[in-house]
């Protein structure tokens, strides 16, 4: 990699003011700590609420980003991982002293901290991180993929909520990242997959993974499946997804919203619907992603559009929330133009 003396980094001033600039040298890092040359970064819808000022808890100003990979470049004396080690990150802090955290709960750690929301990120050229938020990735894991550790893990906890096997029907409500690499495991897992979104072109994306059945909201009338996954997040999607459950079946609620949505308890009790929430993954679940990611049978790159240069990061998060596009990725490897 070429080596640069002065590194960029992200920046949101505030609302929608969004900045490549340089950034202040790094300290050493400290015994517990890792700097990280940044490969690659994610960008995630979270970014974009917080860009665009919908998540009212975000404190400016701030870095963004939280899905990364890098290269440990230099290492605290207690980190278990060494220099030229390749790392993906968690994208929040946990105490490991709280109720859940006690019970390897460490995604709904209550005094969880998260990166690029409440404190900054990690979309920069370098950063030091506590070694215990990283997770190595092996050699035989290409860096395209890797980058995608931490959004699949989240669907790789979700999918595990469910039973999903060879012609269980499934049907997934919404197209964002979250949704894509739903609807890519729950082809790896052999299940007969049906699409909802509002947006034909999400379908042409999920037509690249695998063979799916793709419906608009309106089009949808007596179909019922084993598994809903609720990817959407909104409240019609929402009671939608609740309504198409088969008898006994299962509706995965992974789409976030802090709207009401209307439930008839009657359709619930009688047809014995199991609601389950689930909220991004624990280590086993990152573990569990990078062995999907691993097998090259694992068909998964339609769910990345494009790598974008880091100082084109404005242009990226306009086609991000262009809705025309998946995953964007931003390269960190750029040098600083002279
Ligand atoms: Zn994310
Ligand atoms: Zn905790």
Excluded: W
Aim: hydrophobic fraction near 40%; proline fraction near 5%; glycine fraction near 8%.
């Amino acid at each position: 990699m070429k080596k640069v003396s002065k590194t960029l980094e992200l920046y949101l001033e505030n609302v929608s003011k969004l900045k490549v600039k340089e950034a202040n040298q790094l300290p050493a890092p400290k015994s517990n700590e890792v700097k990280l040359s940044i490969i690659y970064g994610g960008i995630c819808g979270s970014d974009l609420r917080v860009y665009n000022g919908l998540l009212s808890y975000a404190q400016y100003p701030l870095r963004p980003g939280h899905e990364v990979l890098g290269t440990v470049i230099e290492a605290g004396a207690n980190s278990p991982y060494k220099v030229g080690t390749r790392v993906v990150s968690f994208p929040n802090t946990f105490c490991d002293d709280c109720e859940a955290c006690s019970i390897g709960k460490t995604n709904i750690c209550r005094n969880k901290k998260s990166l690029g929301v409440t404190i900054d990120g990690v979309f920069a050229q370098e950063i030091i991180i506590d070694a215990k938020y990283v997770v190595p990735v092996p050699e035989d894991l290409v860096d395209e993929r890797a980058i995608l550790v931490e959004p699949f893990a989240v669907t790789v906890h979700a999918v595990k909520k469910a039973k999903i096997s060879k012609g269980t029907s499934v049907a997934v409500i919404g197209c964002g990242t979250e949704g894509l690499l739903t609807i890519a495991l729950a082809l790896h897992l052999g299940a007969d997959i049906t699409v909802i979104d509002v947006n034909p072109v999400k379908f042409e994306i999920a037509r690249q993974l695998g063979n799916v059945k793709t419906m608009s909201p309106e089009d949808v009338t007596d179909e019922t499946f084993d598994v809903v996954i609720e990817a959407a997040g909104v409240p019609q999607a929402i009671e939608q997804a609740i309504g198409l459950v088969k008898p006994g079946g299962t509706m995965i609620a992974l789409g976030i919203t802090g709207d009401l949505v209307k439930l008839s308890p009657i359709h619930l009790v009688r047809n014995e619907i199991s609601i389950l929430g689930s909220i991004i993954y624990t280590k086993a679940d990152f573990n569990d992603a990078i062995n999907y990611l691993k097998d090259p049978s694992f068909k998964i790159e339609p769910v990345v559009s494009k790598i974008v240069s880091c100082t084109k990061a404005q242009e990226a998060f306009n086609d991000a929330m262009s809705g025309k596009y998946a995953k964007i990725i931003l390269d960190f490897t750029a040098g600083v133009a002279n």
